[in-house]
């Protein structure tokens, strides 16, 4: 099992950029894919970012594409998610989480395979 972190958040003016970090506790980090998701209020969690556990493979949602970058760190427990030229709609609180399974090839962009959520940290861009 591992357990999971979100720092980073915070409030920034449309166009500017932030960096989210997951810190991960748990022996087994290095095995699992872990992503990104986002959630606004009145809306789903959505599937932003994941990066694979042999750090060859990475997913992004269209909507972040050529300005999010996720990268993980398997020595130090710690996925990152670099948000460069924000919009008003980046506006979520936004979770990071492990998948289900460990050393799955794929990668998911579903909630429902993800597990070991965190807390959630808040982002919200003004226009």
């Known amino acids: 099992q591992v357990q999971l972190v979100e720092s980073g958040g915070g409030l920034v003016q449309a166009g500017g950029s932030l960096r989210l970090s997951c810190a991960a506790s748990g022996r087994t980090f290095g095995t699992y894919t872990i992503g990104w998701f986002r959630q606004a209020p009145g809306k789903e969690r959505d599937f932003v970012a994941a990066?694979?556990?042999?750090?060859?493979?990475?997913s992004y949602a269209n909507s972040v594409k050529g300005r999010f970058t996720i990268s993980r760190d398997n020595a130090k427990n710690t996925v990152y998610l670099q948000m460069n030229t924000l919009k008003a709609e980046d506006t979520a609180i936004y979770y990071c989480a492990a998948d289900r399974l460990p050393l799955r090839v794929a990668i998911s962009t579903q909630a429902a395979d993800f597990d070991s959520w965190g807390q959630g940290t808040q982002v919200t861009v003004s226009s």
């Open positions: 990066k694979n556990w042999n750090v060859l493979s990475t």
